[in-house]
């Protein structure tokens, strides 16, 4: 099954955050596919701290939805992630966003696709990169990131492959 995988961090190393999780998740989760570009964005709900980096990954694996959950966190701990305010600053965060066949999950603990891709553009970019032809309900990727709404948050490429999987 291909996954996106949405991840963020806004402290410490910002970039070697990212760098590790891409690392971690390919050992841990499946076989990271693609990478999007790294983009630098204004923090959204909890405005006061500082800003982001975040990236979409694509990875195929053969974990169940839930697994690929219990997976990640278990990755975020590892990298250092600590229990914050929701929204607030963290080192980094890995958000479970979609998966290519459309598959839907309503728990407790997980919802596919993820509740908030659409409303974040800091999440879209960079899928757009991957998949602009990706469906998220009735629109395709591309579509939901030419709304008004969406064009207004701050999110700025910072470069291009910036980040790659590790492979010995």
């Given at each position: 099954?291909?996954?996106?995988?949405?991840?963020?961090?806004?402290?410490?190393?910002?970039?070697?955050?990212?760098?590790?999780?891409?690392?971690?998740?390919?050992?841990?989760?499946?076989?990271?596919?693609?990478?999007?570009?790294?983009?630098e964005?204004?923090?959204?709900?909890?405005?006061?701290?500082?800003?982001?980096?975040n990236?979409?990954?694509?990875?195929?694996t053969?974990?169940?939805?839930?697994?690929?959950?219990?997976?990640?966190?278990?990755?975020?701990?590892?990298?250092?992630?600590?229990?914050?305010?929701?929204?607030?600053?963290?080192?980094?965060?890995?958000?479970?966003?979609?998966?290519?066949?459309?598959?839907?999950?309503?728990?407790?603990?997980?919802?596919?696709?993820?509740?908030?891709?659409?409303?974040?553009?800091?999440?879209l970019?960079?899928?757009?990169?991957?998949?602009?032809?990706?469906?998220?309900?009735?629109?395709?990727?591309?579509?939901?990131?030419?709304?008004?709404?969406?064009?207004a948050?701050?999110?700025?490429?910072?470069?291009?492959?910036?980040?790659?999987?590790?492979?010995?």
């Open positions: 099954m291909r996954v996106f995988l949405g991840l963020g961090s806004n402290i410490g190393e910002r970039l070697q955050n990212l760098q590790a999780a891409v690392n971690l998740l390919d050992l841990r989760v499946g076989s990271v596919v693609r990478i999007a570009s790294v983009y964005t204004a923090p959204v709900y909890v405005e006061d701290q500082p800003p982001f980096l990236t979409v990954v694509e990875l195929d053969n974990l169940t939805p839930e697994d690929i959950l219990r997976a990640v966190k278990e990755v975020e701990a590892e990298i250092g992630r600590t229990p914050r305010e929701r929204f607030g600053p963290r080192e980094i965060d890995i958000d479970l966003l979609i998966t290519e066949d459309g598959t839907e999950v309503n728990s407790d603990r997980l919802s596919l696709p993820h509740p908030n891709l659409t409303e974040r553009r800091f999440v970019e960079p899928l757009a990169e991957l998949c602009p032809d990706l469906a998220v309900g009735s629109r395709r990727i591309a579509e939901w990131l030419a709304q008004p709404n969406i064009q948050q701050q999110v700025e490429r910072t470069a291009e492959s910036l980040l790659f999987v590790h492979r010995d």
